[in-house]
């Protein structure tokens, strides 16, 4: 079996030198659990880890949400990358060399082209902030307390108005309606092609993989808007990423918790400090879509407010959009007339670690705040529950929303039985998780299944199928070609585990849950279980046979064909006779 461009040699070689704990750790905070690694799913929403790595098998399965298959799998699904760029980012990442007809013969994908763009744009952009173009900027920078250290770890550039940026587009090879399409260049209405960031300090927005997606660009002048932002495009969605996510990774690991503030120059400045677990918003409202990626790096989620009224009124408004999105979070409350960058300058990091450490889970703040004072009239009781159960009514993870109910009877001083029946969750009345989600075809022909994935996970159960040479009974001629295909790259000595993406995605999935430990095989004398699933085949031909001889027999005796009776009789009798086994 080969992936059609590259050797299977070349695969497992790839798989070999970069580990897929490794991998997958760029976008999942793991701890080791025996032989495996487990952490919170990628895929799915969660609160527990359900989410095991293998690092002997190197696969990967979610028990949640069925998830599952080897580190070219992981990147196709968290990436949306096709096979072709999964291997070739690891194999450039492996140093593993592709062959040249096959590079030449690849497609660059439209991203790929959009990263390759903003790439060579934040190239410029770091040049001009350093040159003779750059001096406001670095001027402005130096205002602000940013050093040159601290520019360089986040990559900030300038854009000038001149022809500079043109130019260094055009001698990377990026056209002007490349440069167009990506936001880089806006059009005046006498068709002059101008800089769209022209006078900006520019912020390169990266991805999980470090890819820069877009900019932010704020004014050092009096321009309008203040920050100005790439265009929304697929690979670019401000609701669904955060600016410092990527620089951030290995410090949220190391403290254990991560930070969200408002301003890029926020996450700058404490950085330079020494807080690196911070990342910002993008001039939006923190979203669900934020909340749950920070999730998936760490339990601890703190969101950083201003300690005035609008502070306070974003933080209720956080609490809601953290609910609903099924994540616990944390409020951090600044000083009143600070902002983390502020504050940090004024009283240091140790103050403003603090702060961090003084955290309230955000549900609390909420509840306290809508708790009736002592003495309150009934209505104003009433008005209070009303609200929060309302809140509560749209809370759909079905913990998270038995915590919240608990602690806001609590703190709220109204009887539990009471909110309770008030917030009933409007999806689903009962408080049990949502059922695992039956796989594809997952019971089309059981015993082929498990045949595959037999065959899939043991040299001797391939050879056991193939001395029996029992392709011919499988009813779907897709698995039988699989089936086959594994058990002679088995017998060419390569591991059928290292192609394993190239199989369907239902037997990807067993086989990743066999690995770790898990699912209907583990355990299992799998020479047996082809043994058994061989069997069963047979059984089943032989029943086929049987019917088909006895309508035959039925026809030929309604026709009165005398011959025809006798040679079918004789037939079904040799079929009696036959041992059930192979
Ligand atoms: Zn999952």
């Given at each position: 079996?080969?992936?059609?461009?590259?050797?299977?040699?070349?695969?497992?070689?790839?798989?070999?030198?970069?580990?897929?704990?490794?991998?997958?750790?760029?976008?999942?905070?793991?701890?080791?659990?025996?032989?495996?690694?487990?952490?919170?799913?990628?895929?799915?929403?969660?609160?527990?880890?359900?989410?095991?790595?293998?690092?002997?098998?190197?696969?990967?399965?979610?028990?949640?949400?069925?998830?599952?298959?080897?580190?070219?799998?992981?990147?196709?699904?968290?990436?949306?990358?096709?096979?072709?760029?999964?291997?070739?980012?690891?194999?450039?990442?492996?140093?593993?060399?592709?062959?040249?007809?096959?590079?030449?013969?690849?497609?660059?994908?439209?991203?790929?082209?959009?990263?390759?763009?903003?790439?060579?744009?934040?190239?410029?952009?770091?040049?001009?902030?350093?040159?003779?173009?750059?001096?406001?900027?670095?001027?402005?920078?130096?205002?602000?307390?940013?050093?040159?250290?601290?520019?360089?770890?986040?990559?900030?550039?300038?854009?000038?108005?001149?022809?500079?940026?043109?130019?260094?587009?055009?001698?990377?090879?990026?056209?002007?309606?490349?440069?167009?399409?990506?936001?880089?260049?806006?059009?005046?209405?006498?068709?002059?092609?101008?800089?769209?960031?022209?006078?900006?300090?520019?912020?390169?927005?990266?991805?999980?993989?470090?890819?820069?997606?877009?900019?932010?660009?704020?004014?050092?002048?009096?321009?309008?808007?203040?920050?100005?932002?790439?265009?929304?495009?697929?690979?670019?969605?401000?609701?669904?990423?955060?600016?410092?996510?990527?620089?951030?990774?290995?410090?949220?690991?190391?403290?254990?918790?991560?930070?969200?503030?408002?301003?890029?120059?926020?996450?700058?400045?404490?950085?330079?400090?020494?807080?690196?677990?911070?990342?910002?918003?993008?001039?939006?409202?923190?979203?669900?879509?934020?909340?749950?990626?920070?999730?998936?790096?760490?339990?601890?989620?703190?969101?950083?407010?201003?300690?005035?009224?609008?502070?306070?009124?974003?933080?209720?408004?956080?609490?809601?959009?953290?609910?609903?999105?099924?994540?616990?979070?944390?409020?951090?409350?600044?000083?009143?007339?600070?902002?983390?960058?502020?504050?940090?300058?004024?009283?240091?990091?140790?103050?403003?670690?603090?702060?961090?450490?003084?955290?309230?889970?955000?549900?609390?703040?909420?509840?306290?705040?809508?708790?009736?004072?002592?003495?309150?009239?009934?209505?104003?009781?009433?008005?209070?529950?009303?609200?929060?159960?309302?809140?509560?009514?749209?809370?759909?993870?079905?913990?998270?929303?038995?915590?919240?109910?608990?602690?806001?009877?609590?703190?709220?001083?109204?009887?539990?039985?009471?909110?309770?029946?008030?917030?009933?969750?409007?999806?689903?009345?009962?408080?049990?998780?949502?059922?695992?989600?039956?796989?594809?075809?997952?019971?089309?022909?059981?015993?082929?299944?498990?045949?595959?994935?037999?065959?899939?996970?043991?040299?001797?159960?391939?050879?056991?199928?193939?001395?029996?040479?029992?392709?011919?009974?499988?009813?779907?001629?897709?698995?039988?070609?699989?089936?086959?295909?594994?058990?002679?790259?088995?017998?060419?000595?390569?591991?059928?585990?290292?192609?394993?993406?190239?199989?369907?995605?239902?037997?990807?999935?067993?086989?990743?849950?066999?690995?770790?430990?898990?699912?209907?095989?583990?355990?299992?004398?799998?020479?047996?279980?082809?043994?058994?699933?061989?069997?069963?085949?047979?059984?089943r031909q032989r029943r086929r046979q049987f019917e088909v001889l006895t309508a035959e027999l039925r026809a030929a005796e309604r026709?009165?064909d005398?011959?025809q009776i006798a040679v079918l009789a004789e037939r079904l009798r040799q079929l009696r006779e036959q041992?059930?086994?192979?």
């Open positions: 079996m080969t992936a059609g461009f590259v050797a299977n040699a070349v695969l497992e070689e790839i798989q070999r030198r970069v580990p897929i704990v490794e991998v997958v750790s760029h976008y999942v905070t793991l701890k080791r659990q025996g032989r495996n690694y487990v952490g919170l799913c990628p895929f799915h929403t969660e609160k527990t880890p359900s989410f095991s790595v293998s690092p002997e098998k190197g696969l990967f399965y979610c028990f949640g949400c069925g998830a599952g298959g080897n580190v070219f799998t992981f990147l196709m699904r968290i990436e949306g990358w096709d096979f072709r760029s999964a291997v070739e980012r690891l194999a450039e990442r492996a140093g593993v060399p592709l062959q040249s007809a096959s590079r030449q013969g690849a497609r660059t994908s439209e991203r790929e082209r959009a990263y390759a763009i903003y790439q060579i744009a934040a190239e410029a952009f770091r040049r001009c902030l350093a040159g003779t173009s750059g001096q406001l900027a670095r001027a402005y920078l130096k205002h602000r307390g940013i050093t040159l250290t601290a520019a360089e770890t986040f990559g900030i550039g300038f854009c000038p108005s001149g022809a500079e940026l043109q130019q260094a587009l055009a001698r990377e090879g990026v056209s002007v309606a490349e440069a167009r399409r990506w936001g880089l260049l806006g059009e005046a209405r006498d068709g002059r092609l101008y800089p769209r960031f022209a006078g900006r300090v520019m912020f390169p927005i990266r991805n999980l993989t470090g890819n820069v997606a877009g900019f932010a660009g704020r004014t050092i002048a009096d321009q309008t808007p203040k920050y100005l932002n790439s265009p929304e495009t697929d690979i670019f969605r401000k609701g669904e990423m955060l600016f410092g996510l990527f620089e951030a990774r290995q410090a949220i690991r190391e403290s254990g918790r991560v930070v969200v503030v408002e301003g890029y120059l926020d996450v700058v400045s404490l950085a330079q400090a020494g807080i690196r677990e911070v990342v910002a918003t993008m001039g939006t409202a923190l979203t669900g879509a934020q909340l749950q990626l920070l999730r998936r790096f760490t339990d601890e989620v703190l969101v950083c407010f201003d300690g005035d009224d609008a502070g306070r009124r974003a933080a209720e408004r956080a609490f809601i959009v953290a609910a609903q999105a099924g994540v616990w979070a944390k409020a951090v409350f600044l000083p009143q007339g600070e902002d983390p960058d502020s504050f940090v300058r004024s009283s240091g990091a140790e103050a403003v670690l603090a702060a961090f450490d003084r955290a309230v889970p955000l549900a609390d703040f909420f509840f306290e705040r809508k708790a009736p004072a002592p003495g309150a009239s009934l209505a104003r009781r009433a008005r209070a529950v009303s609200e929060v159960a309302d809140v509560l009514q749209t809370v759909e993870d079905p913990v998270l929303w038995e915590l919240l109910v608990r602690r806001a009877a609590e703190l709220l001083g109204v009887d539990e039985h009471l909110l309770r029946g008030r917030a009933t969750r409007q999806a689903g009345q009962s408080a049990l998780p949502p059922p695992v989600p039956v796989r594809a075809e997952q019971n089309a022909r059981p015993e082929e299944v498990t045949l595959v994935q037999a065959i899939a996970l043991s040299r001797e159960a391939a050879e056991e199928v193939a001395a029996k040479n029992a392709w011919s009974l499988f009813a779907s001629p897709d698995l039988a070609s699989v089936a086959k295909q594994l058990a002679e790259a088995w017998s060419r000595a390569e591991d059928p585990l290292g192609v394993l993406h190239a199989l369907p995605l239902e037997i990807q999935s067993a086989v990743a849950e066999y690995a770790v430990g898990r699912g209907p095989l583990a355990g299992a004398n799998l020479v047996q279980v082809a043994r058994d699933c061989v069997a069963k085949l047979l059984q026709a009165g005398a011959q041992p059930e086994q192979a």
